[in-house]
C-alpha cells in the first residue's frame, strides 16, 4: 500500500518560515518526479513546486518563486517544501505528490499518481 505522508505544518506570523515534509512508503519513487500542491479554502488545488527524480531540476510556481525551495533525499524516499517570507496569501492544505512513472518535473495535478492527505499551513497576517 503506497502512502504518502506530509508534515511539518501549522500556524505562523507573516514572513517566517516553516518546512514541510513528505515521507513515503509502499514503493520507492526514487526515480519518479515529485511535488507540492495547494488549496485554499473555496479554490481550486494548485501546483507550488515540483523537483526531478535526480534532484537536479526544479520548477515553481511564480507566486512563491524565491521564497520556497523543494528538495528531496531519495534514500529516505522523502521530499521536502522550505517555505520561507510566508504570507497569509500562502494559506492554504499543502499536498505531496507523486508521479508513479519515470519521467520529467510535472505541474498539472493529473500527471500525478499518489497524493498525501494534506497538511494544513495558515500564516497570520
Known amino acids: 500500500q503506497v502512502q504518502l505522508v506530509e508534515s511539518g505544518g501549522g500556524l505562523v506570523q507573516a514572513g517566517d518560515s516553516l518546512r514541510l515534509s513528505c515521507e513515503a512508503s509502499?514503493?520507492?519513487?526514487?526515480?519518479?518526479?515529485m511535488g507540492w500542491f495547494r488549496q485554499a479554502p473555496g479554490k481550486e488545488r494548485e501546483f507550488v513546486a515540483t523537483?526531478?527524480?535526480?534532484?537536479?531540476?526544479?520548477r515553481y510556481a511564480d507566486s512563491v518563486k524565491g521564497r520556497f525551495t523543494i528538495s528531496r533525499d531519495r534514500a529516505k524516499n522523502t521530499v521536502y517544501l522550505q517555505m520561507n517570507s510566508l504570507k497569509p496569501e500562502d494559506t492554504a492544505v499543502y499536498y505531496c505528490?507523486?508521479?508513479?512513472?519515470?519521467?520529467?518535473?510535472?505541474?498539472?495535478?493529473?500527471?500525478?499518481?499518489?497524493w498525501g492527505q494534506g497538511t494544513q499551513v495558515t500564516v497570520s497576517s
Open positions: 505528490a507523486a508521479r508513479s512513472t519515470s519521467g520529467g518535473i510535472a505541474t498539472r495535478t493529473e500527471e500525478y499518481d499518489y
Open positions: 523537483i526531478s527524480w535526480s534532484g537536479g531540476s526544479t
Open positions: 509502499g514503493r520507492t519513487f526514487s526515480y519518479s518526479a
